[in-house]
């Protein structure tokens, strides 16, 4: 099983600041099987980013994603108000699926 | 619209058993791979399942295998779950979810559903 580790586990920033997110897996993996979704109280997650970098329909371009083997980012260039949540990496290359234990992004 | 329902969820005694059901509307479901993802109160996201589009290749987590089984009427355009031998740590939100179209069984998930809550609890 691949286990996805996320840090960190809190990111704590104002709006219009540039948010670095990380995933970290235990093993390498084809990169192209990495997602993230991201969580706002009470409602569904959403994809973002599928293929570590391909951006899901209708995600602005703020939101970006890059790594490759074991190490994994994603990046919000410019923090909205809306951008404050949890945000979640997949790996869908086999199963199990799994995914990272999720990073807070709260307003500071 | 493109739109997944879940239901069946309630509170169970331990031990018991829940079938929960997705309803899938806005797109053509006999073609899509589905899974199903929980999440327990203030935790994050667990995979539990996965099922291609013609139902012949299935995986489940550890964590539920042998217990949960998933399923699929494609006339009815409805994913299943059942759970046998619920146990308190169960307790959850339950969703299913769409794999996008890539031609892969496993990819990312583009459509969730809203969830049912799974109580196991005496």
């Known amino acids: 099983e691949i286990v996805l580790t996320q840090s960190p586990g809190t990111l704590s920033l104002s709006p219009g600041e540039r948010a670095t997110l990380s995933c970290r897996a235990s093993q390498s993996f084809t990169s192209t099987y990495l997602a993230w979704y991201q969580q706002k109280p009470g409602q569904v997650p959403r994809l973002l980013i599928y293929g570590a970098s391909s951006r899901a329909t209708g995600i602005p371009d703020r939101f970006s994603g890059s790594g490759s083997g074991t190490d994994f980012t994603l990046t919000i260039s410019r923090l909205e108000p809306e951008d404050f949540a949890v945000y979640y990496c997949?790996?869908?290359?086999?199963?199990?699926?799994?995914f990272g234990g999720g990073t807070k992004v709260e307003i500071k | 619209e493109v739109q997944l329902v879940e239901s069946g969820g309630g509170l169970v005694q331990p031990g018991g058993s829940l079938r929960l059901s997705c309803a899938a509307s806005?797109?053509?479901?006999?073609?899509?791979?589905m899974n199903w993802v929980r999440q327990a109160p203030g935790k994050g996201l667990e995979w539990l399942s996965h099922?291609?589009?013609?139902?012949?290749?299935?995986y489940y987590a550890d964590s539920v295998k042998g217990r949960f089984i998933i399923s699929r009427d494609n006339a009815k355009n409805s994913l299943y779950l059942q759970m046998n031998s619920l146990r308190a740590e169960d307790t959850a939100v339950y969703y299913c979810a769409r794999v996008r179209d890539s031609g892969r069984y496993l990819d990312a998930f583009d459509i969730w559903g809203q969830g049912t809550m799974v109580t196991v609890s005496s």
């Open positions: 099922i291609s589009s013609g139902a012949t290749i299935i």
């Open positions: 806005g797109f053509t479901f006999s073609s899509c791979e």
């Open positions: 997949q790996q869908y290359g086999s199963s199990p699926l799994t």
